[in-house]
């Protein structure tokens, strides 16, 4: 699409001192960042149903529905405020870029399972090609750059904890427009690409605000936790070629990243990652941890 030619040829030139950023745009994007942080640092507790989190898994949604504690780390604000930051800059430099923008941070409502369902968008692209698309900002680790978004949308249909689609054929149905897909940065390598939904996304759409019309309705019924079916998965190191199991097993992706694990897995427990051969070995959740080190 024409829009990422434009916004990687204007990088190209920035770093060799032949563009820069108008002024104007530079000052929206101190107005944007202060707006991060005065969003991170007075963080709203108040449970609503959102666009942006439907698609997570529903065990999640009923704890924060139930008023459960949540247990965030601190470095989940950082993570959150790093991840707003980014976005703060992409909006830059599309606009030093020349991408048309038509909407960005746009409030966006929709009818959900019978009831009114609020969010706010990235932005809204008008590409010389593709036309108005409604398209997602996301900041993402060298792994999930790499391994999911790099592979494409079919790829992130496999494997979506974070309900990414869901979340974008909401906001691309809330204004009768298309979802364009994601435009993704590498926290680390400062790399930057477009993930393109694809053209024929009918039956992708259709299935999505039905399955998000099923969580409304459980959401504001009396529908009960449940624990979920998520089962730990085996802790597997591979040594001379051969996969061998610890006896450790770890928390699931989506248990992982959630603050309410406590109440599903009440006994887990954070610990440096056994496997890893890092000097400084990285935390992560086991549920079973019978091996400390190899």
Request: with cysteine; aromatic share 10%; charged share 30%.
């Amino acid at each position: 699409m024409i829009s990422e030619v434009l916004v990687k040829d204007f990088l190209h030139k920035a770093v060799r001192g032949e563009v820069t950023l108008p002024p104007s745009v530079v000052e929206e994007f101190t107005r944007d960042c202060r707006e991060a942080l005065e969003k991170q640092f007075s963080r709203n507790s108040e449970w609503r149903i959102r666009m942006s989190g439907l698609g997570r898994p529903l065990c999640q949604q009923i704890h924060g529905r139930d008023g459960k504690d949540e247990d965030m780390t601190y470095n989940a604000l950082l993570r959150f405020l790093i991840g707003d930051l980014v976005e703060c800059a992409v909006m830059a430099i599309l606009k030093g870029a020349g991408v048309k923008i038509v909407e960005s941070q746009g409030r966006c409502e929709l009818d959900v399972g019978g009831e009114q369902v609020q969010g706010t968008l990235d932005l809204i692209i008008d590409d010389p090609v593709d036309g108005e698309k409604v398209w997602d900002v996301k900041s993402a680790s060298p792994y999930s750059y790499t391994q999911k978004f790099a592979k494409g949308y079919d790829n992130l249909k496999e494997d979506d904890p974070f309900g990414y689609l869901m979340q974008g054929h909401l906001y691309a149905e809330s204004k009768g427009k298309d979802f364009g897909g994601w435009i993704v940065v590498d926290k680390s390598s400062g790399e930057i690409q477009f993930v393109q939904a694809p053209d024929d996304q009918t039956e992708d759409r259709d299935h999505y605000i039905s399955e998000a019309g099923k969580v409304v309705e459980a959401l504001m019924s009396n529908f009960k936790y449940k624990k979920p079916p998520i089962e730990p998965v085996d802790e597997v190191y591979t040594s001379q070629g051969v996969k061998i199991q610890t006896g450790n097993k770890l928390l699931a992706k989506n248990c992982t990243f959630c603050g309410y694990r406590k109440h599903c897995w009440p006994k887990a427990v954070q610990h440096e990652k056994v496997t890893s051969k890092a000097k400084n070995r990285p935390f992560v959740w086991y549920h079973t941890l019978k091996v400390k080190e190899l």
